[in-house]
């Protein structure tokens, strides 16, 4: 008997379709009990294991963030990816390990832009959690989602704010003193997230995503990120590194911070380097 379309799933998010238990197996990580430290730890492990990465977006054949293809691109291909996959990914197997998890959208950098960022909020013995594995250079661990909570990392120090904005609660993430980006409260469904993916990589107008090349994770060695032929280094108490590649040089940088690629998508992102900013990496 199929299923009266006006009752609600049971599984609105399909979380059945993420493969759990392989996450946990790449990061290294037994089922526990649900508690601060397991959440840590299985935060900590994914930022350091998954890159942000844009680059089925840039090269115009990304094939969208239903939870299966998540599953597969993250955990099978690697070939990395942003918040909408990364988000669903670790609210899936916090749910399975016990966590009470609300997904959550917000906007990069302030206020005024559109829904295109997706964090989670967890739930753990009374205290509201903010968890962010998808933004690239953020958090690498919950922070109490209490208004002028801190959280101090390698690479900065962060802070939450709360505020309101058309009668929802609003949370504001900061780096140092800059928005990394403001959440809120409102109800988010599957559509919502289809919806920020179709914005991020299909508008030239939304971001950088559809323009620039965009790859990085955690190490143990420091934060690095590579932004076109740019590559950003941040180690704990040292001066932030800035190399400038070649696009060759760049290509192999982002599979080195593992964003798997074949070699035709390798040639077709070298190609595509090469036209924005030239073979020895200078603009045109």
Known sequence: M???PKTPSPD??????????????????????????LLSELHRRHVHTFPFANVDVLLGDHPGVAPATVSRRLLVERTGGYCFEHAQLFAATCE??????????GRVHGPDNTRTHMALEVRLDGERLLCDPGFGLSITGPIPMSDGAVRHEAHGEYSLHRGTAGGAETWELRRRDSTAHVIDTLPVVPADVRGGHVITSRDPESGPFTHH???SRFTEEGHFSLADTALTIRR???????????PAQSVDT?????????????AALRRLLEQNVGEDGSAH
């Open 2 to 4: 199929s299923r009266d």
């Open 12 to 37: 609105p998010w399909h979380v059945a379709d993420i493969d759990v238990d392989l996450h946990l197996e790449l990061l290294g990580l037994e089922r526990s009990e649900p508690d601060l430290a």
């Open 96 to 105: 399975s390990l016990g966590f009470t998890v609300t997904r959550r959208l």
């Open 213 to 215: 090349l965009i790859v």
């Open 236 to 246: 704990e108490g040292e001066p932030t590194e800035r190399r400038d590649l070649t």
């Open 254 to 266: 982002a599979r080195d911070l593992g964003a798997a690629m074949t070699p035709d998508r390798s």
